[in-house]
C-alpha cells in the first residue's frame, strides 16, 4: 500500500508472551488525533526500554508502537494551533503505553499534546534532549520555584550519568550552581561528568543503603531520579529548609524515610511529573531548555543511531544502562 510507512510493533500472544519486530503500518492504523506528525526523530528512555523488553507492564495497549517522545513535522492539521509544515515536539501523554507513539515513520495525535519547536532547536537536538532533559529542566524550574538558589550551598544529582541526571548536571553548573553528582564507578566517570560541569562525585554507594532518619548536612538542594534508600538518604543530608526534587525510580518505588528531615529542618520535597505535565509549563521547559542547555555539552553526551537500532538500544537501557543520551533519526 502507498500509505505504509515503518514502525516497531509490539505484540502479545494468548500466553502473554510479547513480541516485538520491525514492520510496517499504514495511516488507517494509527490511532485518533486531529493532528498527524511526520517523525524525524525519537530517543531511547528508560520507559521505552521497559516497553520493548516487558521487563515492566508499561504497555496498556496491544497491538503497540512504543516510544514517548518525538520531534518532526506536522503534516495535516485539524487543530488551530498547528498547520502543515509546524516543527512539533511530544513528550508522554500517554504514547507508546495507550496511545499509538513515537517509534514510527507517523504519528497521529490530538494537538493539545504538542510543543512547538523553539528556535534555535533542531528536531535531533530536540530528541537529544528528549523527555529525559526536558524532565531535568522540570526539576530545575522546582528548585528555582521554590526559591532555591546557587547562593544557598550544592546541589546534589543522583543517577547523574543518566539521561536525566547528565542534562540536569549540565544546566544547573552553567546556572552557576556548585554540584556534587552521585554515581556508579566514579573513577571511570570523573571525565565525564566534570566535562559536564560537576564539581564534586561521589559514589552513589553512599546514598543507596539504608540509612539514618538524619545526617549531617549537605547540600542545599538536589535533583533525584532514583528514589528507594537513595532519595531517603538524600533527604536526611539537605540543608535546613532546602527542597529535593523527585522524578525517577531507579533504585525503586519505596520512600523508606522518616518525617524527621521534614519537621526538623523543613525540607520540601516536589514530585516532577513529565507525562501529564500542563502545556504552559512544558513551553517554559522547553524555552528554558533552548536558552540554558550548553549545545556542545549536549552534543557531547549523545550518541546518534538510525531506527533499526532502537531495538537493542532499547533492551541495552534496561540490561546496562546507557551513559548520557541517545537520538534515532528516521
Keep these: 500500500m502507498a500509505d505504509e510507512f515503518k514502525a516497531i510493533l509490539i505484540t502479545r500472544g494468548d500466553g502473554d508472551e510479547q513480541t516485538v519486530e520491525v514492520t510496517t503500518i499504514g495511516e488507517d492504523d ?23 523488553t516487558g521487563k515492566s507492564p508499561v504497555v496498556r495497549r496491544f497491538p503497540m508502537v512504543p516510544g514517548i517522545d ?21 513528550n508522554g501523554w500517554g504514547t507508546g503505553e495507550t496511545h499509538l507513539g513515537a517509534y514510527a515513520e507517523k504519528s497521529r495525535v490530538k494537538g493539545d499534546w504538542l510543543v512547538a519547536l523553539p528556535e534555535g532547536l533542531s528536531v535531533k537536538d530536540a530528541m537529544a534532549i528528549g523527555t529525559a532533559g526536558y524532565t531535568a529542566m522540570l526539576s530545575v524550574l522546582g528548585l528555582e520555584d521554590a526559591g532555591c538558589k546557587p547562593d544557598d550551598g550544592p546541589v546534589l544529582v543522583t543517577g547523574a550519568t543518566g539521561g536525566v541526571g547528565s ?18 564507578s566514579p573513577e571511570k566517570r570523573a571525565d565525564y561528568l566534570k566535562g559536564l560541569g560537576a564539581s564534586e562525585i561521589i559514589d552513589r554507594t553512599e546514598l543507596s543503603e539504608k540509612g539514618r532518619p538524619l545526617g549531617k548536612e549537605r547540600w ?27 522524578c525517577g525510580l531507579a533504585q525503586g518505588f519505596d520512600l523508606p524515610t522518616t518525617v524527621m528531615p521534614f519537621i526538623l529542618r523543613g525540607i520540601a520535597l516536589k514530585g516532577i511529573d513529565s507525562v501529564m505535565a500542563p502545556k504552559a509549563l512544558r513551553e517554559r521547559a522547553w524555552q528554558r531548555l533552548a536558552t540554558d542547555l550548553d549545545r556542545e555539552k549536549l552534543q557531547s553526551i549523545t550518541t546518534e543511531i538510525g531506527f533499526d537500532d ?21
Design 30 to 52: 494509527l490511532m485518533e488525533g486531529d493532528v498527524t506528525v511526520r517523525v524525524e526523530a525519537t530517543t531511547v528512555n528508560y520507559k521505552d526500554g521497559l516497553a520493548i
Design 70 to 90: 518525538f520531534a518532526g513535522t506536522v503534516e495535516t492539521s485539524d487543530h488551530a494551533d498547528w498547520k502543515p509544515g509546524d516543527k512539533v515536539i511530544l
Design 310 to 330: 532502537l531495538i537493542p538500544y532499547a533492551r541495552q537501557i534496561i540490561e546496562s544502562g546507557i551513559q548520557g543520551r541517545v537520538v534515532a533519526t528516521f
Design 220 to 246: 542545599a538542594a538536589a535533583v533525584d531520579a532514583v528514589g528507594s534508600h537513595t532519595l531517603a538518604n538524600v533527604l536526611a543530608q539537605t540543608k535546613h529548609g532546602g527542597t529535593v526534587t523527585c
Design 167 to 184: 542534562v540536569a548536571v549540565s544546566i544547573l553548573s552553567k546556572l552557576g550552581w556548585h554540584v556534587i553528582a552521585a554515581t556508579g
